[in-house]
């Protein structure tokens, strides 16, 4: 059912700048609710959510608009489906890489954290979606083959690292390769618009109980998955006498602070410090995440 450099970014992903503004994200943006639910009769679980005001701030701070905004988009979806389902995690990083130098995106990274979701796109050097067709297609993108790569952070030691390619130009379809390759996982997926469905087997969950949660998925009308309510689209469950089991609040937003950028900015070298600073020993930084720009001063970072 399913509909989808090379580094591993740190939390606050900064870059020089010489342009002071104000944060370009409102701390009021609207919430959208992702479901919870059972299916008892299956022995399955799912999440539901149908992001919304998620997508329309997305777009808004990085400007981004036609096929290549429903990719960004889909890709927050996908990173907090991920997190929905790790066992404890308090972050989890999605990040698609291209394999190719010709590609006109070269990375799309998303960040989900508990109510948080947050991405930028990095394109070819000199690129932007000005300078290339609108392609249809995550190939079209990125190339032949996608790399991807998952960071799940479970707030202690060492955060949990995953890569692996898969060709498919759809989302769905790598983030169902990931989580049977890498955590043995068996699912589905359905990445429809503005809207996300997973279901997950659950422990005792035979081929037949899987039958019955993926013909359910399945029987859902593409006209009701692109404008009905969640709670509508939950009913097509009824016959394995599905149950909530929980709700969680998401909406774009970004945290980034002076404070963070500091603290980012001192594991640079003092050579690569002072090239940064203008004559008044003040570094802007801009953040990548939200386009917000903080004006550090240099004896911040070597205090």
């Known amino acids: 059912m399913a509909t989808k450099t090379d580094r591993?970014?740190?939390?606050?992903?900064?870059?020089?700048?010489?342009?002071?503004?104000?944060p370009t994200y409102s701390d009021k943006t609207v919430s959208d609710q992702l479901i919870r639910f059972l299916l008892p009769d299956a022995r399955a679980r799912g999440v539901i959510?149908?992001?919304?005001?998620?997508?329309?701030?997305?777009n808004r701070i990085h400007g981004l608009n036609g096929n290549i905004a429903h990719l960004f988009d889909q890709s927050?979806?996908?990173?907090?489906?991920?997190l929905s389902i790790s066992k404890g995690g308090t972050r989890q990083v999605l990040q698609l890489n291209s394999t190719t130098s010709s590609a006109p995106v070269q990375m799309l990274l998303t960040e989900a954290r508990q109510g948080d979701v947050r991405g930028f796109i990095n394109w070819a050097?000199?690129?932007?979606?000005?300078h290339h067709d609108d392609g249809e297609t995550l190939s079209g993108w990125l190339g032949k083959p996608v790399r991807f790569s998952t960071v799940r952070d479970l707030g202690f030691g060492?955060?949990?690292?995953?890569?692996?390619?898969?060709?498919?130009?759809?989302?769905?379809?790598?983030?169902?390769?990931?989580?049977?390759?890498?955590v043995q996982i068996r699912a589905d997926i359905v990445l429809h618009g503005d809207l996300a469905i997973m279901i997950e087997a659950m422990p005792g969950c035979s081929d037949d109980d899987w039958f019955k949660a993926v013909e359910s998925m399945a029987k859902i009308p593409n006209g009701v998955l692109e404008t009905a309510s969640t709670a509508s689209i939950l009913t097509y469950f009824n016959d394995l006498h599905i149950k909530q089991a929980g709700t969680d609040a998401y909406r774009y937003h970004c945290d980034c602070s002076p404070e963070k950028m500091t603290q980012a900015m001192k594991s640079f070298s003092?050579?690569?410090?002072?090239?940064?600073?203008?004559?008044?020993?003040?570094?802007?930084?801009?953040?990548?995440?939200?386009r917000s720009h903080?004006?550090?001063?240099?004896?911040?970072?070597?205090?």
Do not use: M, W
Not at 8 to 22: K, R
Not at 49 to 58: K, L, N, W
Not at 164 to 174: Q, V
Not at 294 to 303: P, S, Y
């Open 8 to 22: 591993l970014t740190t939390p606050d992903n900064i870059v020089p700048d010489e342009t002071d503004c104000e």
């Open 49 to 58: 959510i149908r992001a919304t005001h998620i997508f329309e701030e997305a």
């Open 76 to 82: 927050l979806l996908a990173s907090i489906l991920l």
């Open 125 to 130: 050097d000199g690129q932007t979606i000005l």
């Open 158 to 182: 060492q955060p949990y690292v995953s890569s692996i390619e898969h060709e498919s130009d759809f989302l769905a379809d790598h983030l169902i390769h990931y989580l049977h390759q890498s």
């Open 270 to 290: 003092p050579e690569q410090l002072a090239s940064l600073a203008d004559e008044a020993g003040n570094i802007t930084a801009s953040c990548q995440y939200c």
């Open 294 to 303: 903080h004006i550090i001063k240099l004896t911040q970072i070597v205090a």
